[in-house]
Protein backbone atom coordinates (compact mmCIF):
# COMPACT_ATOMS: atom_id res chain seq x y z
CA UNK A 1 0.00 0.00 0.00
CA UNK A 2 1.20 3.20 -0.61
CA UNK A 3 2.25 5.35 2.06
CA UNK A 4 2.81 8.84 3.26
CA UNK A 5 6.24 10.62 4.61
CA UNK A 6 5.28 13.96 6.94
CA UNK A 7 7.64 16.20 8.99
CA UNK A 8 6.83 15.24 13.07
CA UNK A 9 6.32 18.54 13.70
CA UNK A 10 5.90 22.28 13.12
CA UNK A 11 5.39 25.31 14.39
CA UNK A 12 3.61 28.21 13.66
CA UNK A 13 2.72 32.03 14.90
CA UNK A 14 -0.92 32.96 15.31
CA UNK A 15 -2.43 34.44 12.23
CA UNK A 16 0.58 33.55 9.78
CA UNK A 17 0.39 30.73 7.29
CA UNK A 18 1.18 26.98 7.70
CA UNK A 19 2.30 25.05 5.09
CA UNK A 20 2.74 21.09 5.45
CA UNK A 21 3.99 19.00 3.18
CA UNK A 22 3.63 15.69 2.35
CA UNK A 23 5.50 13.31 0.39
CA UNK A 24 3.97 10.04 -1.12
CA UNK A 25 6.50 8.58 -4.09
CA UNK A 26 4.39 5.72 -4.62
CA UNK A 27 0.75 6.99 -5.51
CA UNK A 28 -1.28 5.51 -8.05
CA UNK A 29 -2.88 7.09 -10.50
CA UNK A 30 -6.52 6.03 -8.78
CA UNK A 31 -5.55 7.11 -4.89
CA UNK A 32 -7.14 10.30 -3.49
CA UNK A 33 -4.67 12.45 -1.38
CA UNK A 34 -6.74 13.30 2.12
CA UNK A 35 -5.92 15.63 4.83
CA UNK A 36 -7.31 14.93 8.21
CA UNK A 37 -6.51 15.99 11.31
CA UNK A 38 -7.05 15.81 15.41
CA UNK A 39 -7.49 17.38 18.21
CA UNK A 40 -6.89 15.83 21.74
CA UNK A 41 -9.33 13.11 22.74
CA UNK A 42 -11.32 13.45 19.84
CA UNK A 43 -11.77 11.49 16.29
CA UNK A 44 -10.11 12.89 13.24
CA UNK A 45 -11.85 15.59 11.37
CA UNK A 46 -11.88 16.10 7.53
CA UNK A 47 -9.97 18.64 6.54
CA UNK A 48 -9.98 18.23 1.97
CA UNK A 49 -9.12 16.27 -0.72
CA UNK A 50 -8.26 16.05 -3.78
CA UNK A 51 -6.88 13.43 -6.95
CA UNK A 52 -4.65 15.98 -9.60
CA UNK A 53 -5.86 19.73 -9.36
CA UNK A 54 -5.68 22.11 -6.40
CA UNK A 55 -8.21 22.17 -3.89
CA UNK A 56 -9.54 25.07 -2.01
CA UNK A 57 -12.16 25.36 0.86
CA UNK A 58 -13.52 26.97 3.60
CA UNK A 59 -10.37 25.44 6.01
CA UNK A 60 -7.65 24.75 4.05
CA UNK A 61 -6.21 24.91 0.42
CA UNK A 62 -4.46 21.57 -1.52
CA UNK A 63 -1.55 22.05 -3.49
CA UNK A 64 -0.86 19.03 -5.32
CA UNK A 65 2.18 18.87 -7.23
CA UNK A 66 2.19 17.96 -10.83
CA UNK A 67 3.45 14.44 -10.73
CA UNK A 68 1.46 13.69 -7.92
CA UNK A 69 4.23 12.96 -5.71
CA UNK A 70 4.13 15.10 -3.04
CA UNK A 71 1.55 17.64 -1.93
CA UNK A 72 0.99 20.32 0.50
CA UNK A 73 -1.53 21.49 2.60
CA UNK A 74 -1.65 25.60 3.46
CA UNK A 75 -3.73 26.80 6.16
CA UNK A 76 -3.71 30.47 5.65
CA UNK A 77 -4.35 31.97 8.97
CA UNK A 78 -3.07 29.94 11.50
CA UNK A 79 -5.41 30.18 14.75
CA UNK A 80 -4.84 28.29 18.21
CA UNK A 81 -7.56 26.05 17.31
CA UNK A 82 -5.90 24.57 14.49
CA UNK A 83 -3.42 23.17 17.17
CA UNK A 84 -3.63 19.51 15.81
CA UNK A 85 -1.98 16.33 14.32
CA UNK A 86 -2.55 16.80 10.82
CA UNK A 87 -2.60 13.00 8.99
CA UNK A 88 -1.87 13.37 5.16
CA UNK A 89 -3.45 10.10 3.82
CA UNK A 90 -3.65 8.37 0.29
CA UNK A 91 -7.12 6.67 -0.13
CA UNK A 92 -6.59 3.20 -2.02
CA UNK A 93 -8.86 2.00 -4.03
CA UNK A 94 -10.58 -1.51 -2.92
CA UNK A 95 -14.14 -2.23 -4.81
CA UNK A 96 -16.08 1.07 -4.80
CA UNK A 97 -14.54 3.23 -2.50
CA UNK A 98 -10.83 3.59 -0.88
CA UNK A 99 -9.46 2.68 2.49
CA UNK A 100 -7.99 5.20 4.19
CA UNK A 101 -4.49 4.24 5.79
CA UNK A 102 -3.32 6.82 8.06
CA UNK A 103 0.53 7.89 8.68
CA UNK A 104 2.38 9.42 11.36
CA UNK A 105 1.22 12.95 11.11
CA UNK A 106 2.27 16.14 11.80
CA UNK A 107 2.17 17.87 15.28
CA UNK A 108 1.54 21.54 14.59
CA UNK A 109 1.92 23.71 17.47
CA UNK A 110 0.20 27.11 16.84
CA UNK A 111 2.01 30.24 19.38
CA UNK A 112 0.18 33.17 20.16
CA UNK B 1 -27.55 15.08 10.95
CA UNK B 2 -24.10 15.29 9.31
CA UNK B 3 -22.77 13.57 12.78
CA UNK B 4 -21.33 9.87 13.64
CA UNK B 5 -22.48 9.12 17.05
CA UNK B 6 -20.65 6.87 19.17
CA UNK B 7 -21.69 5.02 22.40
CA UNK B 8 -20.31 4.86 25.07
CA UNK B 9 -17.89 7.46 25.43
CA UNK B 10 -15.70 5.72 27.98
CA UNK B 11 -16.01 1.28 28.63
CA UNK B 12 -13.68 -0.22 31.25
CA UNK B 13 -14.36 -3.78 30.71
CA UNK B 14 -12.65 -7.31 32.78
CA UNK B 15 -10.98 -9.35 30.40
CA UNK B 16 -13.61 -11.92 30.74
CA UNK B 17 -16.33 -9.44 29.84
CA UNK B 18 -18.56 -9.49 26.67
CA UNK B 19 -19.64 -5.74 26.00
CA UNK B 20 -20.42 -4.01 22.56
CA UNK B 21 -19.86 -0.60 21.33
CA UNK B 22 -21.79 1.25 18.89
CA UNK B 23 -22.18 3.61 16.04
CA UNK B 24 -24.65 5.19 14.57
CA UNK B 25 -25.00 8.13 11.38
CA UNK B 26 -28.06 9.35 9.61
CA UNK B 27 -25.85 10.62 6.18
CA UNK B 28 -27.19 7.87 4.22
CA UNK B 29 -23.50 6.38 4.38
CA UNK B 30 -23.32 3.05 2.83
CA UNK B 31 -19.62 2.66 4.02
CA UNK B 32 -18.74 2.35 7.42
CA UNK B 33 -15.03 1.18 9.13
CA UNK B 34 -13.73 0.58 12.68
CA UNK B 35 -10.46 1.90 13.46
CA UNK B 36 -8.29 1.27 16.44
CA UNK B 37 -5.77 4.13 17.70
CA UNK B 38 -3.21 3.42 20.53
CA UNK B 39 -2.28 6.75 22.74
CA UNK B 40 0.25 8.81 20.33
CA UNK B 41 0.05 6.84 17.30
CA UNK B 42 -2.17 6.95 14.20
CA UNK B 43 -5.54 5.08 13.71
CA UNK B 44 -5.40 1.68 12.61
CA UNK B 45 -8.00 0.10 10.53
CA UNK B 46 -9.73 -3.05 11.56
CA UNK B 47 -12.58 -3.55 9.81
CA UNK B 48 -14.88 -2.09 6.22
CA UNK B 49 -18.49 -2.72 5.74
CA UNK B 50 -20.13 -1.75 2.55
CA UNK B 51 -24.01 -1.95 1.74
CA UNK B 52 -23.67 -3.54 5.46
CA UNK B 53 -21.66 -6.60 4.38
CA UNK B 54 -18.53 -6.79 5.41
CA UNK B 55 -15.77 -6.47 2.66
CA UNK B 56 -12.40 -5.71 4.54
CA UNK B 57 -11.12 -7.72 7.34
CA UNK B 58 -7.33 -6.17 8.38
CA UNK B 59 -6.91 -9.72 10.21
CA UNK B 60 -8.19 -8.73 13.48
CA UNK B 61 -8.42 -11.35 16.18
CA UNK B 62 -11.92 -13.03 16.65
CA UNK B 63 -12.53 -11.74 20.40
CA UNK B 64 -13.52 -8.50 17.99
CA UNK B 65 -16.90 -9.31 16.15
CA UNK B 66 -17.90 -6.25 13.66
CA UNK B 67 -21.96 -6.38 13.06
CA UNK B 68 -23.86 -4.09 10.51
CA UNK B 69 -27.25 -4.69 11.26
CA UNK B 70 -28.94 -1.98 9.01
CA UNK B 71 -27.48 0.66 6.89
CA UNK B 72 -27.00 3.39 9.77
CA UNK B 73 -25.60 1.12 12.55
CA UNK B 74 -22.73 -0.58 13.25
CA UNK B 75 -21.74 -2.98 16.27
CA UNK B 76 -17.86 -3.87 17.28
CA UNK B 77 -18.72 -6.61 20.02
CA UNK B 78 -15.99 -7.47 22.61
CA UNK B 79 -14.86 -10.66 23.83
CA UNK B 80 -12.01 -11.98 26.31
CA UNK B 81 -10.33 -8.88 25.70
CA UNK B 82 -6.73 -8.31 26.99
CA UNK B 83 -5.35 -5.22 28.66
CA UNK B 84 -2.88 -4.29 25.04
CA UNK B 85 -6.57 -4.11 23.75
CA UNK B 86 -7.27 -0.91 25.27
CA UNK B 87 -7.59 2.45 22.79
CA UNK B 88 -9.56 4.84 21.12
CA UNK B 89 -12.12 2.79 19.13
CA UNK B 90 -12.93 4.86 16.03
CA UNK B 91 -15.88 4.76 13.71
CA UNK B 92 -16.03 6.21 10.28
CA UNK B 93 -18.59 6.38 7.65
CA UNK B 94 -18.34 7.66 4.15
CA UNK B 95 -20.71 7.46 0.87
CA UNK B 96 -19.76 4.73 -1.75
CA UNK B 97 -17.47 6.80 -3.44
CA UNK B 98 -13.67 7.79 -2.98
CA UNK B 99 -14.14 11.30 -4.28
CA UNK B 100 -16.12 12.18 -0.89
CA UNK B 101 -14.20 12.46 2.89
CA UNK B 102 -14.87 10.34 5.54
CA UNK B 103 -17.06 11.41 8.85
CA UNK B 104 -15.66 10.26 12.32
CA UNK B 105 -17.03 9.73 15.84
CA UNK B 106 -15.70 10.97 18.31
CA UNK B 107 -14.68 7.52 19.74
CA UNK B 108 -14.95 4.74 22.72
CA UNK B 109 -11.59 5.30 25.18
CA UNK B 110 -11.86 1.32 25.84
CA UNK B 111 -9.58 0.16 28.69
CA UNK B 112 -9.40 -3.50 29.47
CA UNK B 113 -8.68 -3.91 33.22
Known amino acids: DAKTTQPNSMESNEEEPVHLPCNHS???????IHWYRQLPSQGPEYVIHGLTSNVNNRMASLAIAEDRKSSTLILHRATLRDAAVYYC?????????????FGAGTQVVVTP | DTEVTQTPKHLVMGMTNKKSLKCEQHMGHRAMYWYKQKAKKPPELMFVYSYEKLSINESVPSRFSPECPNSSLLNLHLHALQPEDSALYLC????????????FGSGTRLTVV
Open chain 2, 92 to 103: ASSPPSRAYGYT
Open chain 1, 26 to 32: TISGTDY
Open chain 1, 89 to 101: ILSVPTDSWGKLQ
